[in-house]
């Protein structure tokens, strides 16, 4: 099926589900007999909105709402609306084609008005609900933010939630830390230099993103080698105009990067190098197709961050939502795409960057290196890490599904190419597959 007939058909789908959301609601309670506090070993996330009104589930539309989260210890955090009506945050939906997926399990961003702490990850004002709904395992998410994490500190951290709005049961979701610059996120790395002289150091989050031009992303740019990008931060509302100092600065920067890479010379005067083999081997093992540096017919969600006068950093990890064999992207008859199925045989590594780095010796030396310390957390992950997560999903998988009333065909038919299992298959699915992966990354890049 090409990427155009698969739009459509998310389209069509999308207006009929508008049509039943508008005839039944947006959801309905467990009907098990049991509450989901009598049942879940995750933590429980509860949102009340202004006057308990709806969450817009075909618009992202920004709700006012209080907040708590009752940890699995019986600790409890909550901010409600104070004494003057101000509501201490607002709720709204994210995404771009999983926010068009037809479901009522919608993903969110949350932004408090105070930076809070949650799960011990520091204070932030932007936390995002990751909604796992295309991965019927309910599990690539989290397996992808943790190996990340244990190599990238960058990376954003998450762990598991059950999500209630206005008392109603939303399902099981990743609640998870916002990608953005940030005193302990994405901390730059002091190594710039004011080269303009206005008495600031500016600091940049860049998007490798296909869609660009396709969701008509604000200051984008193509690089000489085609591959496109999108300046993140500064943001649209600072940055309005392309004679901008430091959207010049920027794009003339990644620019020089993209040629040399393409040309092997002299890219490790603007790039860390380990902090992209880090980025790299995580999504090498995965085998996520939204990674990537141009090249192929899909990438995004690919970042890159760096202080005026410094390198450029590759990170955070983000979007993983189809890696671990969810999608089969052969399938499709179109020049580029591969066998993203397939646990053996490179697919980052064949993105346009990371296909030309890898023929240098110093790339992939420190590839190896970053192997060698991400091996071990894969088989923590295989051997206990995802068991002990399938067991507690196990437990509230059938409330999940119940909640969504969509069947197993209608991910089938939206999305991607391959068939999903229900859910104890495409867990076994999801294990197997990071044993293959497992086995190839280790001859591939083993010491």
Request: net charge negative; charged share 30%; with cysteine.
């Amino acid at each position: 099926m090409r990427k155009d007939e698969k739009m459509k058909k998310i389209v069509n789908l999308s207006l009929c589900l508008a049509m039943l959301i508008s005839l039944t609601g947006c959801g309905k309670q467990p009907v098990k007999g049991k509450s989901i506090e009598e049942i879940t070993e995750f933590p429980i996330v509860y949102v009340n909105t202004i006057n308990n009104s709806a969450i817009d589930k075909l618009e992202k539309v920004s709700k006012d709402a209080e907040f708590k989260i009752v940890y699995t210890d019986g600790t409890e955090f909550s901010v409600s609306v104070d004494e003057d009506g101000n509501y201490p945050m607002t709720i709204k939906g994210r995404g771009n084609s999983t926010w068009e997926l037809p479901t009522t399990k919608k993903p969110y961003n949350i932004k408090f008005e105070e930076k809070v702490d949650l799960f011990g990850f520091g204070k932030a004002k932007k936390w995002s609900l990751i909604a796992c709904w295309l991965d019927t395992s309910i599990t690539r998410s989290y397996i992808g933010y943790k190996l990340a994490r244990s190599l990238d500190e960058a990376s954003p951290d998450c762990e598991m939630v059950e999500l209630v709005v206005n008392g109603v049961y939303e399902g099981v979701y990743m609640l998870c830390e916002a990608y953005g610059i940030n005193d302990h996120r994405v901390e730059t790395k002091g190594d710039g230099i004011d080269l303009d002289g206005d008495g600031e150091v500016t600091e940049f989050l860049v998007e490798a993103d296909v869609r660009a031009l396709e969701h008509n992303e604000p200051n984008k740019f193509l690089t000489p080698s085609q591959n496109w990008m999108v300046v993140k931060e500064p943001d649209e509302e600072e940055i309005v105009d392309p004679t901008d100092e430091r959207y010049v600065y920027i794009s003339d920067y990644i620019n020089k990067v993209d040629d040399a890479i393409v040309n092997g010379e002299n890219y490790e005067d603007l790039i860390d190098l380990d902090s992209l083999a880090s980025q790299y081997v995580v999504n090498e093992f995965l085998k996520n197709p939204d990674y990537g540096y141009g090249g192929q017919p899909y990438y995004g969600s690919t970042f890159m961050y760096m202080e005026e006068g410094g390198k450029l950093y590759f990170g955070p990890f983000w979007d993983c939502d189809i890696c671990l064999g969810r999608n089969d992207y052969s399938q499709i008859e179109l020049e580029g795409y591969r066998q993203t199925a397939n646990p053996e045989g490179y697919l980052s590594g064949a993105s346009h960057w990371i296909k030309q780095l890898l023929q240098d010796e110093k790339f992939v030396a420190k590839v190896k290196e970053k192997w060698a310390l991400l091996k071990p957390e894969v088989e923590k992950m295989i051997n206990t890490g995802m068991p002990e997560l399938v067991d507690k999903l196990s437990l509230i998988v059938d409330y999940d599904l119940e909640t969504h009333y969509e069947i197993y065909d209608v991910r089938t038919t939206s999305w991607g190419g391959r068939d999903p299992l229900p859910f104890e298959e495409e867990c076994d699915y999801v294990l197997n597959f990071m044993k293959k992966s497992l086995q190839w990354m280790d001859q591939e890049f083993g010491q």
